[in-house]
């Protein structure tokens, strides 16, 4: 697909602006949005639209003059320029067909402002699961200037996420993605990138049957897949390394609330995600009374992840 635009120096879209470039106008025209017919009703008018406007917003040296786009379109479409932000102004003045055309715009300036969405993860329900923060920056960003907006949100994370690109090799979108805590830059977040994932995908950036590899600093490439309802994560595997030492085996399980017995595995990730993982029975599991400041005291990177193995109906995959 494509889409065709030139530049003007009039506040509505007219004629003249069909066949006429203007360097440096203040309006950007849209005349043609093209999406090949065997491959509609899939996303693609609507990502490439949004990939579109983002690019021009991002891009002040060449576009930094425009302030607003504009464009002229059918009852049929309307709905779909304005999940892309555009607005309706009514009627349009230009006659091309028999059709009714209508005239729209969009606020460059205001889109220029860098959008921000909060998603709760592992839920259904607004308001629950686990929150994360996820900001498009365009182009990126200063650590001080993340650091600073993580402290703001005051969440587990605030993910930040630009775009690479299409690999042609998969047809699936490429996006970098970094992770910030109120306290520091973190490696890995998985609830933080599943919502990136689900933000992407509903604000219309990606095309939901599309899946995105978000690429880190630290932990390789992330894989998310969108299946009916549910998202498919593909990460790299980092097995931990065993621990043998007694003094931290038995602070954790005295933390954890529970009996060193009960301790079947003890390790330690790898440098990109130090946690302590400790695998302990079932039984165990389900009477975890975590002593927070108990667990303030114990040498960690990271954090402490505590699983078991599953049982009943949340046998497989149960952590």
Known sequence: GFAVATAADCDTLEHDTMSVHSPGGASLCIHSVVVDVA????????????????????????????????LVAKANL????????????GPSALVHGADQWFDMRL??????????LQVDAFTPVPL???????LFTQKGGDEAWMQAVAIENNLAETAFVSERGCNDSTGEAAWDIRWFTPKAEVALCGHATLGAAQALWETGRVPRSVPITFHTREAGSLRCEATGPWIKMDFPAQPPTPVSDPAIRAALAAALGIKEVDVLFLGRGPAATPDWLVEVYPSAFSGLEPDLAALERIPMDRGVIVTCTGTGAHAEGEA
């Open 78 to 89: 309307l709905s779909l320029y304005r999940r892309c932000g555009f607005e309706l102004l």
């Open 128 to 134: 629950a699961g686990n929150p994360a923060a996820v």
């Open 107 to 116: 606020d460059l300036t205001a889109r220029r402002q860098l959008e921000m």
């Open 39 to 70: 491959r509609r009703r899939r996303g693609i008018a609507l990502a490439m639209l949004n990939a579109y406007i983002d690019a021009v917003a991002a891009d002040r040296k060449h576009c930094g003059l425009a302030h607003r786009i504009l």
